[in-house]
């Protein structure tokens, strides 16, 4: 429907219209779906978020390698107590990150948003955000509509997998996501949706995929918590009227260059990074993964 990003946004603002909005036109003429079908998946899909971003926050899990399971917990113990540096919403939404990482660690049931390993980042956002602004489900939707379209962006023009781009495009592409969406769900112009999506992806290009004894445990897990702060900054920059010199396309087109010239041993293989360290050599050797 569009070539660019710019048509994309054109189109949006010449019709008065959010990105939310476009991308459910998008869907329903592409597939002859209704909105009513389309909305009904998308609650399914909601629903299966909520349940794995809220798992964790309340008990102790085990995942397959042993490496996490209590996070979560820890984290929303420690919220709790007002003694956090990060503020209350920030470290809710990180909990609920690091609780659907336990999940899918665990063998679970989880939305690839866009990947399992970067799972937690949307669901992490959308249920912090709605409970801070008691958004309506409605609007919720648009935005997880909004977010499938930059996702989408980026699978074409550069990649979601680890093994080919590196955790920029695994969860790079889930925080660029995450801030489109909020952007769209509070109300941003069609421009600012694609500005919070690029901030999203440069401040997180270049991040290697190192996953230590080869499972997607640990750093995954760290980084899904840390990849909904980098959505809510980027948002309240795009919010804020900060703009990015450099368009969201050729910002993909740039992440998808790096994770090219990415060697690798740095493309969840396993063979660089914190995988290859003393300790992390050791905890593959003790779970007898050759």
């Given at each position: ?6 048509e ?20 329903m ?13 998308l ?8 349940e ?10 085990s995942?397959?390698?042993?490496l ?5 917990k ?14 209350d ?68 023009k ?13 969860c ?54 840390s990849?909904?702060y ?13 703009k ?33 360290t ?13």
């Amino acid at each position: 429907m569009f070539d660019n990003t710019c048509e994309f946004i054109d189109y949006c603002i010449k019709n008065n219209k959010s990105v939310g909005l476009v991308s459910l036109e998008k869907e329903m003429s592409k597939n002859n779906l209704s909105k009513e079908v389309i909305f009904d998946n998308l609650k399914s899909v909601l629903k299966v978020m909520k349940e794995s971003s809220h798992e964790g926050l309340d008990k102790d899990m085990s995942s397959m390698g042993g490496l996490i399971g209590t996070e979560a917990k820890l984290l929303e113990e420690y919220r709790k107590t007002q003694k956090s540096l990060s503020g209350d919403f920030i470290l809710s939404a990180a909990a609920k990150a690091l609780s659907t990482s336990q999940v899918n660690a665990c063998m679970g049931r989880i939305v690839a948003a866009p990947t399992a390993g970067a799972a937690g980042i949307m669901p992490a956002m959308i249920f912090s955000i709605r409970e801070k602004y008691d958004l309506t489900e409605e609007q919720i939707l648009y935005g997880m509509l909004a977010s499938g379209s930059i996702g989408k962006i980026i699978a074409t023009k550069a990649s979601i997998s680890g093994a080919e781009g590196g955790c920029q495009a695994e969860c790079g592409s889930a925080a660029a996501m995450a801030a489109g969406a909020l952007v769209d769900m509070l109300g941003g112009s069609p421009d600012q949706v694609f500005h919070a999506a690029s901030f999203a992806l440069i401040n997180i290009m270049g991040l290697i995929c190192d996953p230590v004894a080869g499972l997607v445990e640990y750093p995954c897990n760290i980084r899904n918590a840390s990849g909904v702060y980098n959505a809510y900054l980027s948002a309240d920059m795009a919010l804020a009227g900060i703009k990015s010199p450099i368009p969201f396309d050729q910002v993909v087109e740039s992440m998808n260059q790096v994770g090219n010239l990415m060697h690798t041993s740095l493309k969840e293989t396993a063979l660089g990074g914190l995988a290859t360290t003393e300790a992390g050599i050791k905890i593959k050797k003790d779970l007898g993964i050759k």
